[in-house]
């Protein structure tokens, strides 16, 4: 009797970024550090799938005749159901510890908390609303447009995770995904892969012409600098990363690529 050979550390590394980071039907069989590292790798390939979801619908509003504000509603609902909101819970409770002004034990207490605070319902509502209006914009301009936000945000908002997560940044928490994944990524392979990104989405772009794709790499890097910036504070404010500025950073960097794409 032969026994099943175990999958190869690709299909871990996949299944942890599927497994962890959306509500498709993907097992996780692995839990360690070199599993995190590989599904951390692969967090942008995930953003990927969720962005071609998201995309896919709204197309599919738009030919119904749905027209582009509810298009951009569709839009913005995919990646909250497929990742169970959980990106969207993590940026409320990162406001509300931000906001709080409490020392690090405090503000992590309060991000523990099952309720959402002023300070996370009204970044969860300015968040939303900033999503929908850019999306609206973009594809009253064609689905094309529309469609490459969607990407380039669902992209980049993971790739965020990637950087997060790369040598040198600890967990604020010794539980939870931050703990699991913190300092798991090389810095040169966090790096190469946001560079793959960047490169991916003014490919993606390039559709539209040089400036098109000049104009979504941009998008890509401004949306990643942004991740920075907030993963910066957060290690400052925080002490390291949780689950929750995790979900944060995917918001954060997702909405400012998506903002730049419109605004240009």
Do not use: N
Not at 3 to 31: D, I, K, N, S
Not at 70 to 76: D, F, K
């Amino acid at each position: 009797m032969t026994e099943t050979p175990a999958p190869p550390a690709r299909a871990h590394a996949l299944r942890f970024a599927f497994g962890t980071l959306t509500v498709l039907p993907v097992r996780v069989h692995r839990w360690d550090r070199a599993a995190a590292r590989g599904g951390m790798l692969c967090a942008p390939l995930a953003g990927l799938v969720v962005g071609g979801f998201a995309a896919a619908l709204g197309g599919a509003l738009l030919l119904l005749g749905g027209g582009p504000l509810l298009a951009a509603v569709g839009t913005a609902a995919v990646p909250a159901v497929l990742t169970r909101g959980l990106h969207l819970d993590g940026l409320a409770d990162t406001a509300d510890g931000l906001g709080s002004g409490r020392p690090a034990e405090d503000a992590l207490r309060i991000m523990k908390q099952s309720d959402i605070g002023p300070f996370g319902v009204l970044t969860l509502l300015f968040t939303l609303l900033a999503q929908v209006a850019a999306l609206a914009g973009l594809y009253a301009a064609g689905w094309g447009h529309g469609a490459l936000g969607a990407g380039v945000a669902a992209v980049t908002g993971r790739c965020a995770l990637t950087l997060a997560s790369r040598t040198g940044v600890p967990a604020a928490r010794p539980d939870g995904l931050g703990a699991a994944v913190a300092g798991t990524v090389p810095v040169r392979a966090a790096l190469l892969c946001a560079a793959l990104v960047v490169a991916g989405c003014a490919a993606a772009g390039a559709v539209w012409g040089p400036y098109g794709a000049v104009h979504a790499g941009l998008a890509a890097v401004l949306g990643l600098a942004a991740g920075e910036l907030l993963l910066g504070h957060c290690r400052r404010r925080f002490g390291g990363v949780t689950g929750d500025v995790f979900g944060a950073l995917a918001e954060g960097a997702g909405l400012t690529a998506l903002l730049a794409l419109t605004l240009g």
